[in-house]
């Protein structure tokens, strides 16, 4: 009976305890795909919500869902979620230009001259979805400068150029600073 009691005990209390694993929410991934495509071929009805100028250069090219990109997506926001940090360079110091190589997606040599060169990556957490995030992004709340905006709507050369997309999204349910990792990746290959 001893036995028992201190059995049910141990995994009462434990489950108290453990920690819980992070998430990746595919669903929510695509969704942002979606979304971020009719926004680059519809501007104007996203105009108010997302305050873009209609006058700046946007690129209507659709971009394609890359699944190399995705996989490396997801493994950087899976990666923030695991080990709690919030950074386009891992706590290694390798940033996504080398996790992009890594997942199967080649890219220019030039462009890993550096361990932490970041050419096509947008990162945002906490998060209620994948969507709100990327819109945050678009907007510029609680990012740096233009430059996300930039990134998702092509709106320079470089940046319309990039055709190829992959979006991870992780859920953490608690033990992490953040309650979700947005990372959208958006590349080309180009030699």
């Not at 050419?119 to 609680?142: L, V």
Request: glycine residues 8%; contains cysteine.
């Amino acid at each position: 009976m001893r036995i028992i009691v201190f059995f049910a005990l141990f995994v009462l209390f434990s489950s108290f305890s453990a920690p819980t694993r992070p998430i990746i929410d595919r669903r929510e991934a695509k969704s942002a795909f979606v979304l971020l495509n009719k926004i680059r071929q519809n501007p104007k009805a996203y105009q108010r919500e997302l305050r873009l100028n209609l006058r700046a250069s946007m690129t209507k090219t659709p971009l394609r869902w890359n699944a190399n990109l995705a996989k490396a997506a997801e493994a950087r926001a899976m990666d923030m979620a695991q080990r709690n940090y919030f950074d386009h360079t891992d706590p290694d110091g390798y940033g996504p230009n080398y996790h992009i190589l890594r997942a199967g997606y080649s890219l220019n040599p030039g462009w890993l001259k550096r361990k932490n060169a970041n050419n096509f990556e947008s990162i945002g957490a906490n998060h209620p979805s994948a969507i709100d995030g990327m819109k945050a992004m678009i907007i510029g709340k609680n990012s740096p400068g233009l430059g996300h905006r930039k990134h998702l709507l092509g709106m320079d050369e470089w940046n319309g150029s990039l055709q190829d997309i992959g979006i991870g999204y992780v859920r953490v349910p608690s033990g992490s600073t953040y309650q979700s990792y947005l990372c959208i990746i958006i590349a080309k290959h180009d030699w």
